[in-house]
């Protein structure tokens, strides 16, 4: 019953922006921390960016941190992840996920996927140079 869906990729040129969507169904949204992994081919999946569920605390990768905000709506049960400055190598596949309930962990585990109990099935994002 629990739906994550992730939208807005697409193809842009380096130096561009993005913003993903993911929104998500069936489970209490606001005690559910969040977070978006991206797998590039040939590659592991890897965090890019988190947020707690009360939208305190946010988290990046060193290589998301300045260019990538991530921000979530509780009413809209969505989070987003705004992209700037786009390069060649941000591009992968990205994945919404959503942590335990009230996960009071999540400070300390939010980079790694088994703290993820919902996953969607991806939006493709290419970078062109």
């Known amino acids: 019953q629990v739906r994550v869906v992730e939208s807005g990729g697409g193809l842009v040129q380096a130096g561009g922006s993005l913003r993903l969507s993911c929104a998500a169904s069936?489970?209490?949204?606001?005690?559910?921390?969040m977070a978006w992994f991206r797998q590039a081919p040939g590659k592991e999946r890897e965090f890019v960016s988190g947020?707690?569920?009360?939208?305190?605390?946010?988290y990046y990768s060193d290589s998301a941190k300045g260019r990538f905000t991530i921000s979530r709506d509780n009413v809209k049960n969505t989070v987003y992840l705004q992209m700037n400055s786009l390069k060649p190598e941000d591009t992968a596949v990205y994945y919404c996920?959503?942590?335990?309930?009230?996960?009071?962990?999540?400070?300390?585990?939010?980079?790694?996927?088994?703290?993820?109990?919902?996953w969607g099935q991806g939006t493709q994002v290419t970078v062109s140079a």
């Open positions: 069936g489970l209490t949204f606001s005690t559910h921390a």
């Open positions: 947020i707690t569920w009360s939208g305190v605390n946010t």
């Open positions: 996920a959503a942590a335990n309930t009230r996960s009071p962990y999540y400070s300390r585990s939010y980079s790694r996927p088994p703290e993820y109990d919902y």
